[in-house]
């Protein structure tokens, strides 16, 4: 059992799960350290989203119709499809612990939404998230092994987009 940044405790079933936990503790640091309105996390978090959506369509999770929207058409302009997986609470049942808060991981099934649902646990600011998973689309598999560049395409786009929209709000 370990003791996240947060303050809640997790237990640690699955060693190879072991991104979500450093990427909770950012998460937490973001939200204290910054007060952001908006945060996008990126990971190569599941082979289970390999498994959903295979090597070409990375998966998108988030709870702002507005912004995962936003996510999914950038994502079209730029060549790197998202399509959204759910983040429903019912989830967080698969990562039930009796000695911490919860755990770093469930059940094989539902396992892309579980790991999301775990990250959820970790935002408490009142703006909007979404969390990338990318584990499909950050590499080229073959012989030709090799790394793709995504999502950097399209959080360029996506930055550059939501400064023009703060300039002309100003």
Same mark, same amino acid.
């Given at each position: 059992?370990?003791?996240?940044?947060?303050?809640?405790?997790?237990?640690?079933?699955?060693?190879?799960?072991?991104?979500?936990?450093?990427?909770?503790? $950012?998460?937490?640091?973001?939200?204290?350290?910054?007060?952001?309105?908006?945060?996008?996390?990126?990971?190569?978090? !599941?082979?289970?989203?390999?498994? %959903?959506?295979?090597?070409?369509?990375?998966?998108?999770?988030?709870?702002?119709?507005?912004? %995962?929207?936003?996510?999914?058409?950038?994502?079209?302009?730029?060549?790197?499809?998202?399509?959204?997986?759910?983040?429903?609470?019912?989830?967080?049942?698969?990562?039930?612990?009796?000695?911490?808060?919860?755990?770093? $991981?469930?059940?094989?099934?539902?396992?892309?939404?579980?790991?999301?649902?775990?990250?959820?646990?970790?935002?408490?600011?009142?703006?909007?998230? $979404?969390?990338?998973?990318?584990?499909?689309?950050?590499?080229?598999?073959?012989?030709?092994?090799?790394? !793709?560049?995504?999502?950097? %395409?399209?959080?360029?786009?996506?930055?550059?987009?939501?400064?023009?929209?703060?300039?002309?709000?100003?």
């Amino acid at each position: 059992v370990v003791k996240t940044l947060s303050g809640k405790t997790v237990e640690i079933v699955n060693t190879d799960a072991e991104g979500r936990l450093v990427l909770c503790d $950012a998460l937490t640091y973001a939200q204290r350290r910054w007060n952001p309105s908006m945060i996008v996390d990126v990971a190569t978090l !599941t082979g289970a989203c390999v498994v %959903a959506l295979g090597d070409d369509v990375a998966g998108l999770f988030c709870q702002d119709a507005t912004l %995962a929207q936003r996510i999914k058409d950038f994502g079209d302009i730029v060549g790197e499809p998202y399509w959204p997986l759910p983040l429903w609470d019912r989830y967080f049942e698969l990562l039930k612990s009796e000695t911490a808060d919860f755990a770093n $991981a469930g059940a094989r099934a539902g396992g892309a939404s579980s790991a999301a649902v775990f990250l959820k646990q970790f935002i408490t600011f009142d703006g909007s998230w $979404a969390h990338l998973d990318i584990a499909g689309t950050a590499n080229t598999s073959g012989k030709d092994h090799a790394s !793709t560049g995504r999502p950097v %395409a399209l959080l360029v786009e996506f930055l550059r987009a939501f400064a023009e929209s703060k300039k002309d709000t100003e």
